[in-house]
């Protein structure tokens, strides 16, 4: 029992990873990763953790009304958020919006604008990566 639930769990686990599979994600992030490993030379990997606690986390230095992330785009990335003027947010997690992190040009937009409403500055590399790496996997 133990060996065919390992294999489901392996199966189950390649196909998350497949599904978030893209290749213009793909080039996104190894931008991010030459530009943190430019600023870090010990910088190894993103971090889905790092990401998950990044967006969940409430953060200073932004707009009063806008503390995290999850403020617009909920606790839970698979369902669809609000903007504060009541317009529709399309779920972030790839697994729900599939295109989602895979033109640069909004990326870059979006991340301008999201870091400096949320953190007052804008976001590292590491924690773009972290945020996509984690929602890819969502």
Same mark, same amino acid.
């Given at each position: 029992?133990?060996?065919?639930?390992?294999?489901?769990?392996?199966?189950?686990?390649?196909?998350?990873?497949?599904?978030?599979?893209?290749?213009?994600?793909?080039?996104?992030?190894?931008?991010?990763?030459?530009?943190?490993?430019?600023?870090?030379?010990?910088?190894?990997?993103?971090?889905?953790?790092?990401?998950?606690?990044?967006?969940?986390?409430?953060?200073?230095?932004?707009?009063?009304?806008?503390?995290?992330?999850?403020?617009?785009?909920?606790?839970?990335?698979?369902?669809?958020?609000?903007?504060?003027? !009541? #317009?529709?947010? *399309?779920?972030?997690?790839? /697994?729900?919006?599939?295109?989602?992190? %895979?033109?640069? &040009? =909004?990326? !870059? #937009?979006?991340? *301008?604008?999201?870091?400096? /409403?949320?953190?007052?500055?804008?976001? %590292?590399?590491? &924690? =773009?990566?972290?945020?996509?790496?984690?929602?890819?996997?969502?």
């Amino acid at each position: 029992m133990k060996g065919v639930l390992a294999i489901a769990l392996s199966v189950l686990a390649l196909g998350t990873a497949a599904a978030a599979a893209n290749p213009a994600r793909d080039a996104i992030l190894a931008a991010l990763a030459a530009e943190a490993k430019g600023a870090d030379p010990g910088f190894a990997a993103f971090s889905a953790p790092r990401g998950q606690t990044f967006f969940m986390a409430n953060h200073t230095g932004g707009k009063p009304d806008t503390p995290s992330c999850s403020t617009c785009h909920t606790r839970d990335p698979t369902q669809e958020g609000q903007t504060r003027a !009541a #317009k529709s947010i *399309a779920p972030m997690a790839v /697994s729900r919006t599939p295109d989602r992190f %895979t033109d640069a &040009e =909004k990326v !870059a #937009k979006w991340f *301008a604008r999201n870091c400096n /409403s949320v953190l007052g500055r804008e976001c %590292t590399a590491v &924690e =773009k990566g972290d945020f996509i790496t984690y929602l890819a996997g969502k």
